[in-house]
């Protein structure tokens, strides 16, 4: 355990790369009628210094219905921040949120009280890396080489009375990232799994391409 400690400061104080990926999220749930329910969706990320998009993509069927939804609500004041793109920002420590809907084409600026109502955790390491490096230094003691060089699996036995189970991670050194980051309950009634993988660079980051868009604030959205 003890020597597990340098591997791993040196892991969190790495600079972390550019990165451009999907993420797959899939859920599973068994409810006590013995309905299983599954959830899957993909979302795009876009890392960069300072700055982190995370975008849901979603099918062309989709993306029409969004759009003539958009048309008919266009008297009506209504964001919908569970779809909309989500640019995480860090400028010196200090950090911004604002959600971008491409449909209506507006960028809603979100302050810092309202993180939590619009799903925002508000840290800045949970959004850059997933699982920021410092959670590894819990799990240490549990960690075994991955599938490929310079990966590696960590694995935590969660003991809560209404969440046991087990977490476990699959961690890049060179993406400065998880590959996979699963959960599933000693019961096997409940499991989620995020799954990362590279995608090619963007050639210019999504948030430069707002110059046109309408700004707003989260407050032009309360009732």
Do not use: C
């Not at 240490?140 to 036995?157: L, V």
């Amino acid at each position: 355990m003890l020597a597990a400690a340098p591997a791993i400061a040196a892991r969190a104080a790495a600079p972390a790369p550019e990165l451009d990926a999907v993420l797959l999220h899939e859920s599973m749930t068994v409810s006590a009628d013995g309905v299983t329910r599954t959830v899957t969706y993909r979302e795009r990320m876009v890392r960069r210094d300072g700055h982190v998009w995370i975008e849901r993509v979603l099918p062309a069927g989709a993306k029409r219905a969004e759009a003539g939804d958009a048309h008919a609500h266009a008297g009506h004041k209504h964001f919908d921040f569970d779809a909309a793109a989500r640019h995480v920002t860090n400028d010196g420590g200090k950090i911004g949120v604002e959600y971008v809907d491409a449909a209506q084409r507006t960028v809603v600026a979100v302050p810092p009280a309202e993180y939590e109502t619009t799903g925002f955790d508000g840290s800045w390491d949970n959004a850059f890396y997933i699982t920021p490096p410092s959670q590894l230094k819990r799990l240490a003691a549990k960690s075994k080489p991955g599938p490929a060089p310079g990966t590696r699996w960590y694995e935590q036995t969660v003991g809560a009375p209404r969440a046991q189970g087990v977490n476990r991670i699959l961690w890049s050194d060179a993406l400065q990232a998880p590959l996979v980051v699963e959960y599933r309950s000693a019961d096997g009634h409940a499991s989620r799994k995020l799954t990362l993988t590279p995608a090619p660079r963007a050639k210019a980051p999504p948030w430069r391409q707002l110059q046109s868009y309408a700004r707003k604030e989260y407050a032009d959205y309360l009732d």
